[in-house]
């Protein structure tokens, strides 16, 4: 198959003229800015300085970012979280009551919402009861309006990778665009699917600072993709679209690589001490391989156990309504003590 991204995206979107910022006609540091209307003084606070405007493209992240991802500053989109970039390519690409996406639930629930918000249908094409891609029925949906699949690997809330080789069939085979969602990335020992995004024209590679990189409360989301897709994404966006102390914050992080990759570790760990503790308990009837920070459990009177635990101050996730989680719970792993805390109430629950 061959892909065209002009034949993919709305046609209004190829025309649009991006509003043109006062930061865009003049990228230099120092000089006396006359052009923006801002506050020449200073701010109504004394946490910082912030009266000036953030560079719209977020020049220094990128570069940052680029030589750790091993891909260049134009292949990076940053959002105000994942789901920025989410709803953007959804915007971009489907024509509302015409268009529609392909989803493999149990999955993330954004890529519904951002669909049913832009009036854009969405084929459900069910992952099997072991949460693996069903690639011939993802592929016998996709019609002529189908303009975007979403894959989730490690998928939420199961856990998983999907297989490689089924996710880079879908892209061959897929006229449109591929968005693999890799929130979870840095919690498997897989490779992400960067390494390969030069050789396919028609991927999006969701990543994310709010898991592994500790800064959910920053909302700052990555896509990577060709330069003509981020192209696209940077002229639909709003111009400031991440603040500036957003920027600052995710700069020092990237200087802490080391720190993220020690905090993935030691989460890996505690959740395989958890899954070997809860799979001593007789009413835990299944717990689910995972490749992130949380699993998915099955247990006896999962419902009554999870309106326990709230009562106990404890918070996990209600799965139990969801396709193949029936009496499931999902739980994201806590540092030791918490972990602790939770079995302690679960066993509570069970001997009572
Ligand atoms: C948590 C999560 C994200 C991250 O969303 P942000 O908006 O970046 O916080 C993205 N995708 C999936 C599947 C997730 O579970």
Redesign the pocket.
């Known amino acids: 198959m061959s892909f065209s991204l002009q034949s993919i995206l709305r046609p209004h979107i190829i025309q649009l003229k991006p509003y043109s910022s006062a930061r865009d006609e003049y990228k230099g540091e120092i000089g006396v800015f006359l052009d923006a209307n801002e506050n020449p003084f200073g701010s109504a606070t004394d946490l910082g300085q912030f009266n000036r405007y953030p560079d719209p493209l977020q020049l220094k992240v990128k570069e940052r970012l680029a030589a750790i991802k091993g891909v260049t500053t134009s292949q990076i989109f940053l959002g105000n ?3 920025e970039p989410i709803d953007l390519l959804i915007r971009i690409c489907c024509e509302p009551g015409k268009d529609n996406i392909i989803q493999t639930p149990p999955t ?1 629930g954004m890529y519904q919402v951002s669909a049913d918000l832009n009036h854009v249908l969405v084929k459900n094409v069910p992952l099997n009861e072991n949460f693996e891609l069903q690639k011939e029925e993802i592929l016998q949906n996709i019609d002529a309006n189908t303009k975007l699949i979403f894959l ?1 690997s490690p998928n ?1 809330p199961s856990g998983n990778l999907l297989h490689k080789e089924s996710i880079i069939e879908i892209i061959t085979r897929f006229n449109g665009i591929v968005v693999l ?1 890799e ?1 979870y990335i840095d919690f498997t020992p897989n490779e992400s699917l960067l390494s390969v995004l030069d050789s396919y024209p028609n991927l999006v590679i ?1 990543q ?1 600072f ?2 592994a990189w500790g800064m ?1 409360n920053l ?1 700052v ?1 990555m896509a990577f993709a060709s330069e003509e897709i981020i192209h696209y994404l940077n002229k639909a966006k709003y111009p400031y679209n991440i603040n500036g102390l957003s920027q600052r914050m995710i700069l020092d992080a990237l200087d802490n690589e080391g720190r993220k990759n020690r905090y993935a570790t030691s989460i890996v760990r505690q959740r395989n001490e958890l899954v070997i503790k809860l799979s001593e308990l007789a009413q835990v009837l299944k717990i689910f391989p995972s490749d992130a920070n949380f699993i998915l459990v099955k247990f006896e009177r999962a419902k009554e156990l999870f309106d326990f635990l709230i009562l106990e101050k404890i918070i996990v996730r209600d799965r139990t309504k969801v396709i193949h989680c029936e009496d499931c719970l999902r739980i994201t792993v806590g540092v030791g003590e918490e972990n602790e805390a939770l079995l302690k109430k679960i066993q509570a629950f069970y001997n009572t």
């Open positions: 979280g994942s789901d993330y989730c939420n969602d929130a969701l994310t709010s898991k959910a909302r989301g």
